[in-house]
């Protein structure tokens, strides 16, 4: 997943990762780098909150032409434990678990 976090930056101007993103069963929440972040409808230019520290964060799948950032050209951090299947994804395979589409 590409992760990003939008509290206190400019408009895609905040650290932003590609890594591993575990998600509840609902889809409602997310656990990513220790922390657990939770799905809310309304937020200007984010999709998720962190339920302790209330930093919100744009997570979506990742993008093969890295245009991650949607106003910025600013490049993601790759987690080394996910850089192996992004690479692959970048080169067209299908992400894991989404093989069949």
Do not use: C
Request: no cysteine; net charge neutral.
């Amino acid at each position: 997943m590409y992760v990003q976090l939008k509290s206190g930056y400019d408009i895609d101007q905040g650290p932003s990762w590609i890594g591993w993103v575990r998600f509840s069963k609902t889809w409602q929440t997310a656990y990513f780098h220790g922390r657990t972040l939770r799905r809310w409808r309304g937020m200007s230019d984010a999709n998720f909150f962190d339920v302790e520290t209330h930093e919100e964060f744009w997570l979506s799948g990742p993008k093969r032409d890295r245009s991650d950032g949607r106003y910025s050209s600013q490049q993601p951090r790759v987690d080394e434990d996910a850089r192996e299947a992004y690479e692959a994804f970048l080169r067209g395979e299908a992400l894991p678990g989404r093989e069949r589409g």
